[in-house]
Structure formats: C-alpha cells, structure tokens
C-alpha cells in the first residue's frame, strides 16, 4: 500500500503544488478494505475521508482530476 500512497501523494503535489500539506487537516479516516485490513496491491483503491480547514475554491477542478473513477496517474 505504501507505494499507492507514494504515486497519490506525488500526482497530487503535481496538480496542486504545496497545497496538500498547506491544508489544517482537522480529521483523516481510513475506510473501506484498507481499514478492514483487506486491502490487496493492484485490486484495492485506498479510501479515505478527509476533513480539511479553509477554503480553496481554486483547487477544486483539480482534486476532481486527482479523485476521478479512474484516474491516469494510478496506472503502471
């Protein structure tokens, strides 16, 4: 999992560059099979929920990229 997360983490400070960890992270829950301990490389996504501070309205189409069904940047 901790290479999913690596290819999440780096796609997302392409699109929105400091903006991530410029957020006041307020809560982070881990949900779904990664949660239950179910999680498998190349089946599972990793889902979580994340309660943020402040406002970026700026940043929205790009987390709608970043977030979509299937995004470019998961694959290889």
Known sequence: MARAVRRYR???DRLLP???AGFH????H???S????AWREGRS??????VV?????????RLRVLHAPRPSWCAG
């Open 10 to 12: 780096a796609c997302a």
């Open 18 to 20: 400091g903006r991530i």
């Open 25 to 28: 992270v307020a809560g982070f």
């Open 30 to 32: 881990v949900v779904g």
């Open 34 to 37: 990664a949660a239950l301990g």
């Open 45 to 50: 996504d990793i889902e979580f929920v994340a």
């Open 53 to 61: 501070c402040g406002s970026a309205p700026l940043a929205v189409p």
